[in-house]
C-alpha cells in the first residue's frame, strides 16, 4: 500500500477522523490485551535455554553468567517483570540500547 499517495488523494477533514475514530472504538470495544503473570520457574526455563556464545548486554553479564546465577535471580526477575506488567511501568533502563554498525 503506498500511503503517501493514498494521504494524497484523501480529503482530510473533521468527519472524515471522527468517522475512522467511531470504526476504531467499535472493533475494539470489546478486546482486550491480557499478561498472565510469569513465575519463578518459567524465567529459570527461559534462562537456561540462552545461548552462552552470545555478546554481553549493556549491564556487561553476559549469558553465560546469568546462566550460572538463574537460580537466584530468577525469583527476583519475575517480579519485576510481573510488576511491570501489572502496573505498565517499564523502567527507563529497559528501554536503553546500543547499536552498532556493520561497516
Do not use: W
Not at 52 to 67: E, F, H, Q, R
Not at 79 to 84: H, P
Amino acid at each position: 500500500m503506498n500511503i503517501a499517495g493514498f494521504i494524497n488523494k484523501v480529503n482530510f477533514n473533521l468527519e472524515y477522523f471522527s468517522s475512522i475514530k467511531e470504526y476504531v472504538n467499535r472493533k475494539t470495544r470489546n478486546d482486550h490485551f491480557d499478561l498472565q503473570p510469569i513465575s519463578a520457574y518459567e524465567v529459570s526455563k527461559i534462562i537456561k535455554q540462552l545461548n552462552p556464545n552470545k555478546s554481553v548486554g549493556l549491564g556487561g553479564i553476559g549469558p553465560k553468567l546469568i546462566k550460572l546465577c538463574s537460580d537466584y535471580i530468577s525469583v527476583p526477575l519475575s517480579s519485576v517483570i510481573n510488576r511491570s506488567t501489572n502496573t505498565s511501568d517499564l523502567s527507563r533502563y529497559l528501554k536503553e540500547c546500543v547499536c552498532y554498525t556493520n561497516i
